[in-house]
Every structure is written in structure tokens, then in C-alpha cells.
């Protein structure tokens, strides 16, 4: 089981980090060599990234990695809009003192990340933020759908906040997240979580514009 | 796409085992048993019988029932196996908050994109619920209620959406309890429905969002309801 958990996070990463790419088939022997494990644990593995959306499995062909178009990493973030909406929704109703003050702490971070530049933190907090607030919301059904695309749309995000100006916008949206959450006015919240991931839509569309994925940094996270 | 430029040893020169390619049909067909609801909520799911039943493999039964785990239809019990899996009303009403939130959605692109052939399609749903109502057929209109539902993701075109509603949809067959219908509640639902029709054919998205977000608050009160009985 711990096994499967690890060979599940490495395959996870590689593909994340575009060490194995989009279309490459993925063979379970080669696999089981490469990362030292057995065929079974190899097989099993695919079927969760089947699950997330990172890997298909056809009959007859076996696995490969799938192909994220930009235009579904738009959906995906059209969903989250509206399901992290209702999280947030669910968050402001339950919210207490200390996670009031945890996610204030979190804004003054990513502030202090936006001002020295730095991507690379500010993407990490601002993925810790919409964890928190998933958490706080403690919606079993949206958590799960959540989770699930949580990673296909990973190096896209990633290329929006190389964006001009984008993590300054990105920013104000989180901050005012963060207030409406912390107000503990439902509606506010809802509406300020779609109107932060409507805004990412709107970027993802400009970076459709600008072609798409620069090619040479396609799916690595830059170091910070 | 080809291999070229492959960190990982290439496909080129082998040809795929056996691999995963026999699972997906036993996880049909596993999930169409469970679906039809011959596997109930609670039942547990012994490999071994399964392997007999399906005329698989263990390993191959085992692989299909990862497969149904994430798609949230078993669990599994540590040690001995897996087992269907039971939704509480609590649940259902969480599964019920994210659909109010993803068909809505839905509606609205529907709204947008339909075209002549297909507003008639629907229109024609409409007038075949109308008639499934007037005969109180109810098992009919249940049928052409999720035929809407399922029409209506299509016409969206929102394939991320669909496939979270789809998933959301097959484990409804999971829940232990019977929603109360109320008497009346046919012909309520019968107006929900043609009203989100109206709004799809009319083109007029918002209104399409609107119509179904109230069809279901009005399922989400049924629900309530049977939580409040039981």
C-alpha cells in the first residue's frame, strides 16, 4: 500500500514536471524497471492517474499520458470557479478566530511574495489558500471532485503567473477572498472565489492568444 | 505524438503486454451490475467470487475494483476486500450542492449552443413528459427526466463538467434511502423541467441557469424532506 502511495507520487511528478510527456505511452515494464518496483504496483498506479486525469488507459493500446489541451484547462477552471464557490460559501459560515488568523497570515505572505517577485512562493501559497479554504468548507463531494483536478492544469497555472501583472491581480483577488471568508458572509465569499477563478480564466484565455506553452518551458516549475 | 526525445525507455521496440487491457471490461461490467442495482449498498465484493463470476483474474478483478474506488462506487475494507458503497442523506445532499453548482453551468452553455434540430429534440422531451405526467407514469417521466439531464450536458459541450456529473449521477444509485414523494410533486417537477426546456430553446442562458438551479433546490427540499421523515 505505502508502496503504491510513493511510485503513485513519482509518476504523479514526472508527468507533472513534463519528465514524461504528453502522448508518450507508458509501458509496465519499462516503468517497473525505471523506478524499481513491480509490474503490479506499475498497473496499479496508472489506474489512479487514470482517476486524476493524467493518464488514459485504453483497451488494447495500454497506457500513455494524456494529452491537457489549454481549452480543458479552461474548464477545469471554469468548474473550480463555481465549486470552490460553494466551498468558500460553506467556509464563511464555519469559520472561527484561529483559521480567521491563519488565512490572514497567508495574505500577508503572499503579499510579502508579490513584492519580492518571487512566483514560485506566491503559487505556493496561494494553493495553500484555496486548501484552507476547501478544509474549512468540509464538503466531502466537492473536496473529491477538487482533488481530481487538482493536477492536470498544474503547468498551465504555472504559465499565467509568468504573466504580466498577473500575480499582482492575483493577489488583490486572493486578499479579497480572504476578507469575505474571514467576514463570514456566505454570499460574499461565493462571489469573490468565482470572480478570482473567472479572472484566471480570463488569463488562461490571453495565454491562448499569446499561442500557448513557450515550448523550452513547457510543464517544468522553474526553480525560485 | 512519438517518443522522441523520451527520458524513459521508449515503447518503440516492445509490444504492449497484456498490460491493464482486459480491467476496463470487468469494471463495466462490474459497475453496470452495480448500476442496475444487483450489488446493493453494503454488499461486500469478494475477489474471489468476483473473478468467478466475470470470468477474470484476480489481479484483473483487483485492478477493476481500484477503478470503481475512485469513482467513488465501493470502499475498500481493510483486509477483507471491498464493498459497495452506501450513501447517507448527508452525502447525497453534499452531491446534490455540487450539481446545483456544475448544471447550472451546463444549462447555460446549452442555451448558447443548441441549434435548430436539437431545440426541437427537446421540445419533443418536454411534450413526452407532459404525456408521461397526464398517464402519473411515473417510472416514464423518472426516464425522461434523466434523459433531459444527460441531454442537456451534451449540448453543453463542457466535457469536464460532464464527466463530474456523470460520475456524481452513478452514485445516486447508492443511496440507502427513498426520497418521499409528495403527492403533487410530478406535476412540480414536470414545470421544472419544461421551464428549463423554455430557456435552453429561447437561447436565453441566464434564464436556463436560473430555471435549473430551482428545479434542483426543489430536489435539494425533497431530500431535506426524506431526512426529516426517516
Given at each position: 500500500m505505502e508502496n503504491r502511495e510513493t511510485l503513485v507520487d513519482r509518476l504523479r511528478t514526472a508527468i507533472v514536471h513534463g519528465e514524461l510527456f504528453p502522448g508518450q505511452r507508458l509501458v509496465e515494464v519499462d516503468l517497473a524497471a525505471a523506478f524499481g518496483s513491480s509490474r503490479g504496483s506499475v498497473r496499479?498506479?496508472?489506474?489512479?492517474?487514470?482517476?486524476?486525469?493524467?493518464?488514459?488507459?485504453?483497451?488494447?493500446?495500454?497506457?500513455?499520458?494524456?494529452?491537457?489541451?489549454?481549452?480543458?484547462?479552461i474548464e477545469i477552471t471554469e468548474v473550480r470557479a463555481v465549486v470552490e464557490g460553494l466551498c468558500a460559501r460553506k467556509a464563511a459560515s464555519a469559520i472561527g478566530a484561529e483559521d480567521r488568523r491563519r488565512l490572514q497570515k497567508l495574505a500577508k505572505a503572499m503579499r510579502a511574495a508579490v513584492k519580492a517577485?518571487?512566483?514560485?512562493?506566491?503559487?505556493?501559497?496561494?494553493?495553500?489558500?484555496?486548501?484552507?479554504?476547501?478544509?474549512?468548507?468540509?464538503?466531502?463531494?466537492?473536496?473529491?471532485?477538487?482533488?481530481?483536478?487538482?493536477?492536470?492544469?498544474?503547468?498551465?497555472?504555472?504559465?499565467?503567473?509568468?504573466?504580466?501583472?498577473?500575480i499582482e491581480e492575483g493577489l488583490a483577488e486572493h486578499v479579497s477572498v480572504i476578507e469575505a471568508v474571514a467576514s463570514g458572509d456566505g454570499d460574499r465569499a461565493e462571489a469573490a472565489m468565482r470572480a478570482h477563478l473567472s479572472s484566471l480564466v480570463g488569463s488562461l484565455q490571453k495565454l491562448s492568444e499569446l499561442g500557448g506553452l513557450p515550448r523550452t518551458t513547457l510543464g517544468r516549475t522553474p526553480a525560485s | 505524438m512519438d517518443t522522441e526525445g523520451a527520458t524513459w525507455?521508449?515503447?518503440?521496440?516492445?509490444?504492449?503486454?497484456?498490460?491493464?487491457?482486459?480491467?476496463?471490461?470487468?469494471?463495466?461490467?462490474?459497475?453496470?451490475?452495480?448500476?442496475?442495482?444487483?450489488?446493493?449498498?453494503?454488499?461486500?465484493?469478494?475477489?474471489?467470487?468476483?473473478?468467478?463470476?466475470?470470468?477474470?483474474?484476480?489481479?484483473?478483478?483487483?485492478?477493476?475494483?481500484?477503478?470503481?474506488?475512485?469513482?467513488?462506487?465501493?470502499?475498500?475494507?481493510?483486509?477483507?476486500?471491498?464493498?459497495?458503497?452506501?450513501?447517507s442523506l448527508d452525502e447525497a445532499v453534499e452531491i446534490c450542492d455540487v450539481r446545483l453548482m456544475l448544471e447550472p453551468l451546463c444549462a447555460s452553455l446549452a442555451a448558447l449552443r443548441a441549434d435548430a434540430s436539437e431545440r426541437r429534440g427537446l421540445h419533443a422531451l418536454g411534450d413526452a413528459m407532459r404525456v408521461a405526467v397526464d398517464d402519473a407514469d411515473l417510472a416514464g417521466q423518472s426516464e425522461l427526466n434523466h434523459q433531459l439531464h444527460t441531454l442537456v450536458r451534451k449540448?453543453?459541450?463542457?466535457?469536464?463538467?460532464?464527466?463530474?456529473?456523470?460520475?456524481?449521477?452513478?452514485?445516486?444509485?447508492?443511496?440507502?434511502?427513498?426520497?418521499?414523494?409528495?403527492?403533487g410533486r410530478a406535476r412540480e417537477s414536470l414545470t421544472e423541467h419544461l421551464a428549463i426546456i423554455s430557456a435552453i430553446c429561447d437561447g436565453d442562458a441566464d434564464r436556463a441557469a436560473d430555471a435549473t438551479r430551482r428545479h434542483l433546490r426543489a430536489v435539494l427540499d425533497a431530500l431535506q424532506q426524506t431526512g426529516a421523515t426517516s
Open positions: 496499479e498506479a496508472l489506474v489512479m492517474l487514470e482517476n486524476e486525469g493524467l493518464v488514459i488507459r485504453e483497451r488494447n493500446r495500454g497506457a500513455s499520458v494524456r494529452p491537457i489541451s489549454l481549452r480543458e484547462a517577485g518571487d512566483i514560485a512562493a506566491y503559487n505556493d501559497i496561494s494553493q495553500e489558500s484555496h486548501h484552507v479554504i476547501r478544509e474549512l468548507g468540509d464538503q466531502r463531494t466537492a473536496t473529491e471532485v477538487l482533488e481530481r483536478l487538482r493536477y492536470p492544469s498544474v503547468r498551465y497555472q504555472f504559465q499565467v503567473s509568468l504573466l504580466p501583472g498577473r | 525507455p521508449s515503447a518503440e521496440e516492445r509490444e504492449q503486454p497484456l498490460g491493464p487491457t482486459a480491467a476496463p471490461a470487468i469494471s463495466d461490467a462490474i459497475r453496470d451490475t452495480i448500476l442496475r442495482g444487483e450489488f446493493v449498498p453494503n454488499q461486500r465484493l469478494v475477489e474471489s467470487d468476483l473473478a468467478d463470476q466475470f470470468g477474470a483474474s484476480r489481479s484483473a478483478v483487483r485492478l477493476a475494483l481500484l477503478e470503481l474506488m475512485n469513482e467513488g462506487l465501493i470502499e475498500r475494507v481493510r483486509n477483507r476486500g471491498a464493498r459497495v458503497r452506501a450513501v449540448l453543453s459541450a463542457h466535457h469536464t463538467a460532464t464527466r463530474i456529473l456523470e460520475r456524481l449521477r452513478a452514485q445516486s444509485v447508492l443511496h440507502r434511502f427513498r426520497l418521499t414523494t409528495r403527492p
